[in-house]
């Protein structure tokens, strides 16, 4: 396959895409089918901003992350869209996958090696690109089916209309030895831009067939590792005596452990996440303004001295050491940080020099 083919093959995804996005309930943006899924904002989001992330990854090797935890990170708190920001955002970025993509000679395409977080090694960029096809298949598969979920009236005319290729991904677990994974992925060059129109046809209307085996041990292996990683991380953020929490740079919280809601004396989590952290957390909002422009230049703020402000109004004195979290374009999109309480021992320090 063809750089040029192949950009055909994925410009045939992008106005069914555009057909979903539309389908999307606007009273519906926040919706998510279990507690741990994007939302249907987020999901609208991610699939347009990963456009640009694979652009960049498998023409340049830049991720904008080191390891595949940071980039799940990094996805887990991708800020939601409405319909129109996502199909703005969709063409747009399609725009700069094509782009980067079209810059790549065929030896380039076929030949050359890229850095890549997914597989935790060098492959070949043409492996990469074929991950990005199958990302953009299965998140539109997803956001279908949590229509149907909603009740929408879609059916796979809405899935595929208009693709000049039908995507076949058949996942054949085939072991050998009980080590060997295989991924199995079948693309159908179909005459017609309408694949339904084949239906009880004879295959002379099908033009031409493409297979592709590769061997994804290793992927779903890191993958097994990636799940027991973030299993070990939730379990440290929840029983963390530190107030751990992720935030917007606009002041909103994303999540916050049962530490960080016991020490500003707030009831539950989900009333945090209602908390403006420079109205409500902060004794002198200024502060924050500091602090925001102080780890945009450094990236990072070490054991920093604030003093913030608990529900019922008493003071408390924290160390602050936070990071910012930064998309593909290198824009902030978060902070993490942990919070230290020692308004105890500052006291103790004060009562002792006076």
């Known amino acids: 396959m063809t750089v040029q083919q192949y950009l055909q093959s994925f410009g045939g995804l992008i106005k069914p895409t555009e057909t979903l996005f539309r389908l999307v309930p606007h009273n ?34 830049e991720w904008g992350v080191s390891s595949m935890r940071e980039l799940f990170l990094m996805n887990r708190y991708t800020p939601p869209m409405n319909t129109e920001q996502a199909i703005r955002a ?48 299965t ?22 209309r208009g693709e000049v290729v039908l995507p076949i991904f058949v996942e054949t677990f085939l072991r050998y030895s009980g080590n060997i994974d295989s991924s199995y992925i079948l693309f159908v060059f179909l005459s017609s831009f309408n694949p339904r ?29 990636l799940h027991e990683s973030e299993e070990r991380y939730r379990k440290l953020f929840e029983e963390s005596k530190d107030a751990v929490y992720i935030s917007t740079p606009e002041g909103r919280l994303l999540d916050i452990n049962p530490a960080g809601v016991e020490m500003f004396g707030y009831g539950s989590k989900d009333e945090m996440l209602q908390v403006d952290i420079a109205r ?26 604030l003093r913030l402000r608990r529900r019922d109004g008493q003071e408390i004195i924290v160390l602050e050491t ?19 309480d020692v308004t105890t021992q500052r006291h103790a320090q004060a009562a002792i020099a006076a």
Request: hydrophobic share 40%; aromatic share 8%; charged share 25%.
């Open 28 to 61: 519906h943006l926040d919706w998510k089918p279990t507690e741990r899924s994007f939302t249907l904002g987020q999901q609208m989001a991610h699939l347009t901003l990963a456009l640009e992330v694979y652009g960049r990854g498998i023409t340049t090797g």
């Open 90 to 137: 969709l063409y747009e970025k399609y725009g700069i996958f094509r782009q980067l993509l079209g810059s790549l000679t065929e030896d380039d395409f076929a030949l050359g090696e890229v850095d890549t977080p997914q597989f935790g090694a060098r492959v070949r960029r043409w492996r990469v690109a074929m991950l990005a096809y199958e990302h953009h298949v």
């Open 322 to 340: 936070a990071t910012c979290v930064r998309d593909a374009s290198g824009n902030v999109v978060a902070y993490r940080g942990i919070l230290s």
């Open 139 to 160: 998140h539109k598969a997803g956001l279908f089916m949590c229509l149907k979920m909603l009740g929408i009236d879609v059916n796979t005319g809405h899935l595929y």
């Open 280 to 305: 409500d957390l902060y004794v002198e909002p200024t502060t924050r303004e500091s602090f925001l422009r102080m780890i945009e230049e450094r990236g990072s703020v070490r054991d920093l001295e």
């Open 197 to 225: 129109a084949h239906v009880g046809r004879d295959l002379s209307q099908i033009t031409c067939m493409l297979a592709i085996t590769r061997d994804v041990t290793e992927r779903r292996r890191a993958l097994q590792a």
